[in-house]
């Protein structure tokens, strides 16, 4: 359903970034699931630019599931 963009990914792969490698495949398996609960459980401090892009791709999938569950 929703993937990573490879921008998130380009910013997660830099050393300086490791530490939010866990998050970031947590935030895909809760957005794969389709789970909105658990994306806006999900504490991501918007400060730099990697968290940033995580929370972009978890706001556009919030708005994805919630528009195709809008839409059955």
Known sequence: MATISTAVLNCVARPTHARLR?????LAAVAEAGDVEGLKAIDINRVSTSPKAMARHSDRAIM??????AGA
């Open 64 to 69: 994805a599931i919630e528009a195709r569950r």
């Open 22 to 26: 866990a998050k970031l495949a947590k």
